[in-house]
């Protein structure tokens, strides 16, 4: 049987509420990547892990508005607004995201793409230094 990929996508949006890299890193293949507009690909559930550490300690409250979710094969797009708080201040993203899963519906490659200048503006805004920011 065919794994529902937008109900794992669901899931696993739902799933980073917990604030836990171990649950968020599970939903990911061995071998899984993740890219996103300001960062190097991470490779690997270690990798992985280490990026959610970064992103669950500085942000809270995270929730995830679709606009759009279809799966197509083994890919699923989403659009979305990411919503969550630095430092007590709101931070609000339009995100388009593509996700690729293997047979067993784990996470072969997730790429998100937004306007990092956009969230840089909002960061900033806050007072967070952005100095040692990679906007690569």
């Known amino acids: ?10 899931s696993f949006f739902a799933d980073w509420s917990t604030l ?15 890219t996103e507009a300001n960062r190097e690909t991470a490779r690997g559930h270690d990798e992985i892990r280490s990026v959610l550490e970064i992103q669950l300690g500085f942000g809270s409250e995270f929730s995830f508005e679709f606009r759009t979710i ?18 007590g201040a709101a931070m ?8 690729e899963f293997d047979d067993a519906g784990k996470i072969k490659a997730w790429r998100d793409y937004y306007d990092w200048s956009a969230l840089e503006r909002q960061l900033l805004a806050t007072g967070i230094d952005m100095s040692g920011a990679d906007p690569t």
């Open 1 to 10: 049987m065919t794994p529902d990929l937008k109900a794992i996508v669901r």
């Open 20 to 34: 836990d890299p171990s649950v968020v890193v599970a939903y990911f293949a061995q071998d899984g990547q993740w």
């Open 92 to 99: 609000v993203v339009h995100v388009a995201g593509i996700m």
């Open 70 to 87: 279809e799966a197509c094969g083994n890919v699923v797009f989403t659009e979305r607004i990411d919503r969550f708080l630095i430092n």
